[in-house]
């Protein structure tokens, strides 16, 4: 079985920093894309960014110059680093990996279970 656990988040000031880290276990055979989304209170998901197998990387308007997705493709895992955070970044954050499990010709969407980020004006 096939599992994203998130670490990290929390409550930072606004201007601050914080890092997210996602590491995924099982049996894989291959991970295509990794990204993070995130949904604030009151809204729908939103895509922050995406990274390829190899470190191609994508990001919505609102963090980009500000969020950097680092990929790990030995250790399976995804990270986002978030500078100069602001209010309007609060959410809760989902890593999200395309993967294809061992012996399975099909890819599968998985998601970790989410993470607080709170920034304080």
């Known amino acids: 079985q096939v599992q994203l656990v998130e670490s990290g988040g929390g409550l930072v000031q606004a201007g601050g920093s914080l890092a997210l880290s996602c590491a995924a276990s099982g049996r894989i055979s291959s991970i295509d894309i990794m990204g993070w989304y995130r949904r604030a209170p009151g809204k729908q998901r939103e895509l922050v960014g995406t990274i390829t197998s190899g470190q191609s990387t994508n990001y919505v308007d609102s963090v980009k110059g500000r969020f950097t997705i680092s990929r790990d493709n030995g250790q399976k895992t995804v990270s986002l680093q978030m500078n100069s955070l602001a209010p309007e970044d609060t959410a809760v954050y989902y890593c999200?990996?395309?993967?294809?499990?061992?012996?399975?010709?099909?890819?599968?969407?998985?998601w970790g279970q989410g993470t607080q980020v709170t920034v304080s004006s």
């Open positions: 999200y990996a395309a993967v294809r499990p061992a012996g399975s010709r099909r890819q599968y969407d998985y």
